[in-house]
């Protein structure tokens, strides 16, 4: 699999693009600052926008592959996808978006056009992906997106709730 990086993808309501500095404030009003959206994230909760552009900052310095889900309308960010972990030609993906924006269908959305350009672009043979299995909503993104769920792993990741079960979901381009 060729080296993955943020290069802009267009969607009939979505841009992801790389993130800029002068996203911190979106992220940090919309996202990460929210408690409730960041409940079964990795990463903890932002206590400040500086917080934020520091996060932004490690991304575009290390060319961290982490897109901003931006309406292509209006510009406004409006969550993150980005790819958590590449080994061989497997791609284990990661989202979050704004609760304001939850229920639109917007992350599936997003995630089906990276799935596309993974596959495509980066050469990819599978799409892997995993939730805590108490948050069954981001399992039916999987899902909508062609995703099959493998298995449970018990106290398999660390999230902001400890260690936890994680429902281990998969998509390899030969099934498509």
Not at 87 to 100: F, L, N, P
Not at 113 to 124: C, R, V
Not at 128 to 137: I, Q, S
Not at 165 to 174: I, N, R, V
């Amino acid at each position: 699999m060729k080296r993955i990086y943020p290069m802009p993808i267009e969607t009939k309501r979505l841009l992801l693009r790389p993130f800029r500095p002068e996203d911190a404030p979106a992220m940090y009003d919309g996202w990460a600052s929210d408690p409730v959206v960041t409940h079964f994230l990795t990463w903890p909760t932002h206590e400040s926008v500086d917080a934020t552009r520091q996060v932004i900052d490690f991304w575009l310095a290390t060319e961290d592959p982490t897109w901003c889900i931006a309406l292509k309308e209006t510009g406004v960010p409006v969550g993150s996808i980005s790819v958590v972990r590449a080994e061989g030609d497997t791609a284990e993906v990661g989202y979050c978006i704004a609760r304001a924006y939850w229920g639109q269908g917007i992350v599936p959305e997003a995630f089906g056009a990276l799935i596309d350009a993974l596959f495509d672009t980066f050469g990819a043979k599978e799409i892997t992906a995993k939730h805590d299995t108490e948050n069954p909503n981001s399992g039916r993104v999987m899902q909508k997106c062609g995703l099959r769920f493998v298995e449970i792993r018990e106290r398999y990741a660390e999230n902001n709730l400890g260690l936890r079960d994680m429902a281990m979901y998969s998509l390899k381009k030969e099934d498509l």
